[in-house]
T-cell receptor, first 110, second 111 residues
Framework: AQRVTQPEKLLSVFKGAPVELKCNYSYSGSPELFWYVQYSRQRLQLLLRHISRESIKGFTADLNKGETSFHLKKPFAQEEDSAMYYCALSPSNRDDKIIFGKGTRLHILP | EAGVTQSPTHLIKTRGQQATLRCSPISGHTSVYWYQQALGLGLQFLLWYDEGEERNRGNFPPRFSGRQFPNYSSELNVNALELEDSALYLC??????????FGEGSRLTVL
């Protein structure tokens, strides 16, 4: 069965320090992976997707098929990065649903 | 371009009642997803509609149901409400493939 695991419910990081939000997945095919972010009082929105291989707001994520991971990284945290982050898996099978991890709350300390 | 819209924003019901939540997708998007966002549980997949058909449903009891209309808008119905149904219900639309675009959600409170 497909599954997305975000092991940390809460991650507190000092401003200027590196950030890594972990995401591991379980899926037998070749999925597409996404990171979504929800800032306070805003709707959930896409941050980045693995096929784009781009950096958004300084964040990057590399798909590691061997470790089935898609960790989100940023070298220097900023206070405006404080938000809820969700990792999501879109299966290669068109009939399978898109699933999300439970989310990690990132808290940037001043 | 108008985003995904959901109504009502807030809804208060009592146990045993029924709730109906509505979602209008982005124009041109035929696929609508419903998720339940309860505290500490992340986004739990509820239902997926595409081209008017139910394509998949999550591990929720049958009292959670919905439909998609010819204009691709959708509604989620929750019958026989229970206290634990209190949550934010998120709707998202999607073009054929790619990312989900989310609405702001409908907050359901069951007393």
């Amino acid at each position: 069965a497909q599954r997305v695991t975000q092991p940390e419910k809460l991650l507190s990081v000092f401003k200027g320090a590196p950030v890594e939000l972990k995401c591991n997945y379980s899926y037998s095919g070749s999925p597409e992976l996404f990171w979504y972010v929800q800032y306070s009082r805003q709707r959930l929105q896409l941050l980045l997707r693995h096929i784009s291989r781009e950096s958004i707001k300084g964040f990057t994520a590399d798909l590691n098929k061997g470790e089935t991971s898609f960790h989100l990284k940023k070298p220097f945290a900023q206070e405006e990065d404080s938000a809820m982050y969700y990792c999501a898996l879109s299966p290669s099978n068109r009939d399978d649903k898109i699933i999300f991890g439970k989310g990690t709350r990132l808290h940037i300390l001043p | 371009e108008a985003g995904v819209t959901q109504s009502p924003t807030h809804l208060i019901k009592t146990r045993g009642q029924q709730a109906t939540l509505r979602c209008s997708p982005i124009s041109g998007h035929t696929s609508v997803y419903w998720y339940q966002q309860a505290l500490g549980l992340g986004l739990q997949f509820l239902l997926w509609y595409d081209e008017g058909e139910e394509r998949n449903r999550g591990n929720f009891p049958p009292r959670f149901s919905g439909r998609q209309f010819p204009n691709y808008s959708s509604e989620l119905n929750v019958n026989a409400l229970e206290l634990e149904d209190s949550a934010l219900y998120l709707c998202a639309s999607r073009p054929d493939r790619g990312q989900l675009f989310f609405g702001e959600g409908s907050r359901l409170t069951v007393l």
